[in-house]
C-alpha cells in the first residue's frame, strides 16, 4: 500500500471506532466513506495507451513494411530502420477516450539468410492481427506487438506469426489532501428505544425454467442420438431410434449451443435462445456420413473432398453442401478447435486494393455460411491475403482458378 495511502486508512478506521462506541456503523457505510475519501486523494488523468512492438532478429528476417490502425486510423510510426532489431521498440503515446478500442496490427517480414537450401528463402510474410482492448482513467495499457518464430510449424507459411500482450499500469498519482474529520457522535439518549424489527423480504418468484423439445430425424425417420446442450446449463439428452414424440428437456432460460451426433450420420449444431416458460421445438435432420472420412486435418490444414471454388472476380463461394456439412461434422466432433479462414484470389481479379478487398470477402462469405449452420462466431476468424500466396502459377486459366480460394487452418486443438 502506498505510504501516503497507509496513514489515511488508519485515520479512517481510528474514527469509525470512535463512532462504533455510540452508535455502529453499517459496512455499506464505511466502505462507501472509504471509497469516497480515497476518490478525493486520487488525481485521476486521462487513459493513456502506448504501442510496442518487438520485432526479430534482422540477420535472418528482414521488416519490409510496418502497419497499425487504431480504431480505423492510421497510427504514424518510426521508419522500419528503426525499429528493425528485436527490440522493444515504443512507437507511439496517446491519449484515449475511457472505453473500448480495436488496433489492427499488419507487419511485413521476408526472409533475409538467401540461402538455397532453405525452405523459406526469399518467402515474405504479411501478418495481420485484430486486438479488441478497454482503456480507464487513471491507467496507462502498453500493447505488445511481437512477431514470433514457430520452430515447429511444418509449413514455411506458418513459420514467424505475430502476437498481441496487453499490460496496465497505474499512472493517477495521490495528492497529499488532509482527511475530511468524521462527525462527532450523536449525545446519548435517556433510554434506549426499543429497534424495530425489518420486515422479511417479501420471497421472489422461482424462476421459470425453459423448455425444449428435441427431435433428430434421418431420411424422415426419427434415430437413435445423442444432443449435447452447453450454456448456463450443461446438459445431455438422449433419444431412441423410432420415437416419435420429440422428447422435453427442462433447463434455466439462455442461450445454449445445441450439438447432436448420431452413429453413421453427419454430426450437426445449431444457437438456440430459450426463454423460461415458453416450449420451443428444435429439430435435426441428419444425412448420412460417407464410408471414408472426407474431411482431413494435414498438420493444422483442413482439406475439403472438394475445395470450395469461386466465380471469377466474386465473394461467394458455388454451391458444395456435402463439403460444408462434413466440415460442419468435424468442427462438431472436436469442440476445441477454432478455425482461421484464409481467402485468397489470383494477381488479375482487379487493382491490388479490389484484390485485398474481394480475398477478405471470400473469407467472410465462408465464415457466414458456417454460422448459418450453426457454429459459434467466437470459434471462427478470417484474414484476406489477395494474391500475395498463390497455390499455382497465374499464367494459365487454370493456375488463376486455383488461386481463387480460400484455405481452412485449425488455430487450437
Partial sequence: MDSLLKPAVVALVLSVGVVHAAEPPSVDQVRAELDRQLSEMVNTPPAEMRLLFVGLDPAQYRLDEVHFMLDGEPIPTPPVERIGSPGPHVLVTRQLADGPHTLVSNVVYMDASWNMFSQTS?????????????????????????????????????????????????????????????????????????????????????????????????????????????????????????????????????????????????????????????????????????????????????????????????????????????????????????????????????EEGARKQLSEARARAVMELLVNAGLEPSRLETEGLADSRPKAPNFTARGRELNQRVELLVLEH
Fill in 122 to 350: 526469399g518467402l515474405l510474410w504479411n501478418l495481420t492481427s485484430t486486438l479488441n482492448f478497454q482503456t480507464q482513467n487513471g491507467l496507462r495499457v502498453d500493447v505488445t506487438a511481437t512477431a514470433v518464430v514457430v520452430p515447429e510449424a511444418k509449413d514455411p507459411r506458418r513459420k514467424v506469426k505475430l502476437a498481441h500482450g496487453v499490460t496496465m499500469e497505474m499512472i493517477a498519482k495521490l495528492e497529499d489532501v488532509a482527511l475530511p474529520e468524521m462527525p462527532p457522535p450523536p449525545a446519548k439518549k435517556a433510554a434506549r428505544e426499543p429497534v424495530p424489527t425489518p420486515a422479511d423480504p417479501a420471497p421472489t418468484a422461482p424462476q421459470q425454467k425453459a423448455k425444449l423439445l428435441v427431435r433428430v430425424l434421418s431420411s424422415l425417420k426419427p434415430v437413435a442420438a445423442t444432443v449435447s446442450l452447453r450454456g448456463a446449463t450443461t446438459q445431455q439428452v438422449s433419444l431412441k431410434k423410432g420415437a416419435q414424440a420429440p422428447v422435453q428437456v427442462e433447463v434455466a432460460p439462455g442461450d445454449y449451443v445445441a450439438d447432436v451426433l448420431a452413429p453413421g450420420l453427419l454430426a450437426q449444431t445449431r444457437q438456440v435462445r430459450l426463454k423460461g416458460g415458453a416450449a420451443q421445438p428444435l429439430d435435426f435432420a441428419l444425412v448420412r456420413a460417407p464410408k471414408k472420412a472426407m474431411v482431413k486435418d494435414e498438420n493444422g490444414r483442413v482439406e475439403l473432398p472438394k475445395p470450395l471454388r469461386f466465380p471469377e472476380g466474386k465473394p461467394v463461394p458455388l454451391p458444395d453442401n456435402a463439403s460444408l456439412s462434413q466440415l460442419v461434422d468435424l468442427l462438431v466432433r472436436n469442440p476445441t478447435w477454432r478455425l482461421r479462414i484464409e481467402g485468397h484470389t489470383h494477381n488479375q481479379e482487379g
